[in-house]
């Protein structure tokens, strides 16, 4: 065979090892399609939420003679403080007050109830636990209007009518089966070498649960208490029929200060909408993160 014939194989070249999140990683970044649908998406849920915000923060400074006419997406002609000032001085304060009181101790309940029976049925392999617990998710099936008279009846017998307490029970009994479903969730996300590592340590169940299961589970708190503290804040419902005087009355039910037989003052029923929002807003800015994260480990492993 010539030697003119053989040919010598070519070196291969390879490209120079990048390091991870070096310039290579970080030029894919940059080159990524956009996604218009999903950016229009955005831009239109945005529209749907900001447009009725906007609507009722400018209606809330109109003046009640120029409320009923003209476009309602115009800024007012002549924004007025006026109607806040109204709601402020005819018992807001009264009405905050005991929306606060009922949101607390639903949350407290809650909580008290839902961590030790979700730690419960993630811990416990008996029968028993595992039947209490889907039968206790059946509660997420229930409406409150389909008990709403059997629970008058028992409060009336109690002898809790027409008091916060008669609003705060049924509220946490409503609010437990979906703060267990997420509290659950979460609790499985909690690995068994954990567990097992402190009880090699000689921990007790009680010793567990506090400095285990609690602090892994802030997110999944963090969600309930939020969620727990929104149906009391909005809940309308067990306020109207298990209240009858202005002492226990709270935000929800201060709104028909507003409403009388010979027309409504929408300036100032919105502006108190505002102003009952500006709490659960300020909850939302300081625990989003945290509620975020407990949402998203709700479906568990």
């Known amino acids: 065979m010539p030697h003119d014939t053989l040919r010598r194989p070519r070196p291969v070249r390879t490209a120079p090892r990048t390091p991870a999140g070096g310039p290579a990683r970080r030029r894919r970044h940059w080159t990524r399609r956009p996604n218009p649908i999903a950016g229009l998406g955005s831009v239109l849920w945005l529209v749907v939420v900001i447009v009725p915000i906007y609507a009722m923060i400018s209606a809330s400074l109109t003046r009640q003679d120029e409320a009923l006419g003209g476009n309602a997406l115009k800024p007012p002609a002549h924004p007025t403080l006026a109607n806040y000032n109204t709601v402020l001085h005819n018992g ?71 008091s916060l307490l008669a609003v705060v029970l049924p509220t946490a009994a409503f609010a437990m089966p979906v703060s267990v479903l997420i509290l659950t969730g979460t609790l499985r996300d909690i690995s068994e070498e954990m567990y097992e590592a402190m009880a090699l340590d000689g921990a007790s169940t009680t010793r567990m649960l506090f400095q285990l299961v609690v602090p892994m589970a802030k997110g999944g708190i963090s969600t309930v208490v939020v969620y727990a503290a929104l149906q009391a804040w909005n809940g309308f419902l067990f306020p109207l029929i298990f209240t009858q005087s202005d002492g226990p009355r709270v935000l929800t039910l201060g709104l028909f200060n507003y409403v009388s037989q010979f027309g409504v003052n929408i300036p100032a029923l919105l502006a108190s909408v505002v102003l009952s929002g500006i709490p659960v807003f300020a909850v939302y800015l300081v625990a989003r993160r945290a509620l975020v994260g407990g949402l998203m480990g709700v479906g568990g492993k």
Request: proline fraction near 4%.
């Open 92 to 162: 807001f304060g009264h009405l905050l007050l005991n929306t606060v009181i009922v949101a607390a101790a639903v949350v407290a309940i809650v909580l008290l109830l839902c961590v030790p029976l979700s730690y419960v049925a993630v811990r416990s392999r008996t029968f028993w636990s595992g039947a209490s617990f889907r039968l206790f998710l059946l509660g997420v099936a229930i409406p409150a209007q389909a008990v709403v008279v059997p629970l008058y009846l028992m409060i009336a017998k109690l002898n809790l009518y027409d």
